[in-house]
């Protein structure tokens, strides 16, 4: 799982009304090549939820992007490769997403997150 | 300029959607780019260059399924593209002359400007004829006279049939009768012209199913998911979505024209487990060299577990939704819980971590319903819903009432005939509304007043039912001796 798709997944048990984000319990991460877009990413960086993708990455072991970002900062080249390495080559291969409110955790098996509700959560 | 486009003679509801989507992809309504001879007023142009279309006509006597048409393009590069990247166009030619016979042809061309012939028949320059024809077989010697009676036209150039630089083509229609299901032609037309690009048809064989690793009993058959993602616009830099990924048929199509893939679905053995470690969905990527989705998921297609806020990221949305014939969907939560029959079932602490929670079976309406919802959320202005969506056929006519949504407009709708009793067609949606809460429930109760009217078979079962039920036992001989004789359609345009 990229974080790109962590910054997009929140946990949605009936009830929870603050789901997102998510918090990450890495136990394999790996890095996965992925073509360098740069116009991918300025039309992606307004969509992203920027303090949870600086968490996200931090919990994973990356630590290169800054606290705050602006539409400005896709000018640099520099910039861009960190959002590209954070957002898009950096895989939680095996893990958990936990529910920031109740706990529950949504394990995370071969890099497929498992989103699915038990019967007492829909 | 006007082309001539000539199209595979297959799938005759997808020819010229795929021509319009690729056009839109390459930019043909951005404006400014149109010949300067272009009358560009008669393109249909209410404002908005998503719903844009072509400009068509039919060459003297031909029925609308023929495999010949006219379109105006603004320029050859354009129109090179299309049909390069095009799965149903067999050639855009530049036309150089057409008649009802050769000499009226051999008039024809010798009129056409010089400057638009001589460029291509210059002595460094190497060139092909092909002789073609629909609908008859013209033998080999034929074929050599008639491209020798072609000797007035000047070619300087050298023949080389392999990797000439100019392709040039004689293509013929005779009245074949009624036997390949289009109504007969009236009179025989002759057209020349020369080879401006072609559909790569090559992709088909490479991407075939049956050479694909792993696959489930629906995954989508690589012509169709090409054109699914035609359909799409898939492109690099896009993001492209399917909630009911499976085997990630149709992500492939998206994928090998460059675009991101999402995909999500609520079967856990098919996303993640696949087949073994070289037999899942990541491997079918990989078998093709393609860059892997950017994310699978398991999700619920109706509780999607996106983040509240989180809206206009996909640039298209393309699948083929669960309808109850071959495979069912299901949905979180268990049948009797649903029906409110029991109360939830508490899952014990100790055993939450392996829990496999049950589901429900989950009708077409709301997964309809869903589908819609969840793509003019997360679509981003301009962006594309295609999807297929069954319908039930009686005395060769179909219910044409399709779901509507207010953030979409529906710009193509191409009906492949499954069987005798159903097909599904396959609809492309723009979205031209912004999103709201207000408008998310307009649309439930607009989705609600629809499934009403006319969709008592989209409820649980009964499109299964009627598409496998057996004939009426007392009609059932007759009728069937029927079918196969007498009343077959004469007109089966849309079964090639």
């Known amino acids: 799982m990229r974080l790109l798709t962590h910054n997009m997944l929140s946990s949605n048990i009936k009830g929870v009304t603050n789901g997102f984000p998510l918090l990450i319990e890495a136990e394999k991460v790996v890095e996965k090549p992925v073509d360098f877009n740069p116009d991918f990413l300025r039309n992606i960086f307004p969509k ?3 303090k949870a993708l600086v968490a996200a990455a931090r919990a994973v072991g990356y630590g290169e992007l800054p606290d705050t970002a602006d539409a400005a900062m896709l000018e640099s080249d520099d910039f861009l490769r960190h959002l590209h390495h954070a957002l898009l080559q950096l895989h939680l291969e095996e893990g958990a997403l936990v529910c920031p409110e109740t706990g529950r955790r949504f394990p995370v098996n071969k890099g497929i997150p498992n989103m699915l509700l038990h019967e007492d959560e829909v | ?96 002359g057409e008649g009802n016979t050769h000499e009226e042809l051999e008039e024809a061309i010798k009129l056409y400007p010089d400057d638009r012939k001589l460029p291509y028949l210059t002595s460094e320059s190497t060139f092909k004829i092909t002789v073609d024809s629909f609908g008859k077989v013209i033998s080999f010697e034929e074929q050599n ?71 489930g009993p629906t995954a989508m058959d690589a012509e169709m998911a090409f054109l699914m993602a035609n359909q799409a616009l898939a492109a690099p830099g896009k993001l492209v979505y399917d909630p009911f990924v499976g085997t990630g048929s149709i992500l492939i199509a998206a994928a090998h024209f460059g675009a991101m893939t999402m995909g999500a679905d609520i079967d856990i053995r098919v996303v993640r487990d696949g087949r073994g470690p070289n037999c899942n969905v990541w491997s079918n990527f990989k078998q093709y060299g393609l860059p892997m989705p950017l994310a699978l998921l398991r999700a619920d297609n109706n509780l999607p577990p996106w983040r509240p806020g989180l809206k206009e990221v996909f640039d298209a949305v393309i699948c083929d939704p669960p309808y109850g014939v071959r495979a069912g969907g299901r949905k979180s939560g268990g049948r009797k819980l649903l029906k409110g029959v029991v109360g939830p079932y508490t899952v014990p602490d100790d055993k939450r971590t392996d829990h496999i929670p049950s589901t429900a079976a989950y009708s077409l309406v709301e997964c309809v319903h869903d589908l819609l919802d969840l793509a003019a959320r997360m ?55 912004p999103y709201t809460e207000e408008i998310a429930e307009s649309a439930r109760i607009k989705h609600l007043e629809f499934k009403e009217n006319h969709l008592k078979w989209l409820e649980d079962g009964n499109l299964r039912t009627a598409v496998f039920s057996p004939a009426d036992p007392q009609l059932g001989g007759a009728a069937d001796a029927k079918l196969g004789k007498d009343s077959k359609p004469k007109y089966r345009g849309k079964y090639v």
């Open chain 2, 1 to 96: 300029m006007w082309y001539l486009c000539v199209f595979y003679h297959r799938l005759l509801d997808y020819r010229k959607p795929e021509v319009e989507s690729l056009a839109n992809l390459f930019g043909a309504f951005n404006g400014g780019d149109w010949d300067s001879d272009g009358d560009s007023s008669n393109r249909e142009n209410n404002g908005n260059i998503e719903t844009m279309s072509l400009q068509w006509r039919l060459p003297e006597n031909h029925h609308p399924d023929s495999p010949f048409h006219f379109v105006y393009l603004p320029s050859e590069d354009m129109a090179r593209k299309i049909a390069n990247r095009s799965i149903l166009v067999k050639g855009v030619y530049e036309l150089w």
């Open chain 2, 145 to 215: 006279d008639r491209i020798r009676s072609l000797s007035y036209i000047p070619f300087k150039g050298r023949v080389n049939l392999r990797t000439p630089d100019h392709k040039f083509w004689l293509m013929e229609t005779d009245d074949y009768g009624s036997n390949n299901g289009l109504p007969p032609v009236v009179q025989k037309r002759i057209f020349f012209g020369r080879e401006v690009g072609s559909a790569d048809r090559k992709l088909l064989p490479t991407y075939q199913l049956k050479s694909r690793t792993y696959l």
């Open chain 1, 48 to 50: 992203i939820d920027w």
């Open chain 2, 379 to 433: 679509l981003v202005m301009g962006g594309r819903l295609v999807f297929f969506y069954p319908v039930l056929r009686e005395d060769d006519t179909i219910d044409t009432h399709f779901p509507e949504h207010p953030c979409f407009e529906l710009i193509a709708s191409c009906e492949q005939i499954l069987s005798l009793r159903y097909s599904r067609v396959l609809l492309t949606m723009v979205k031209i509304g």
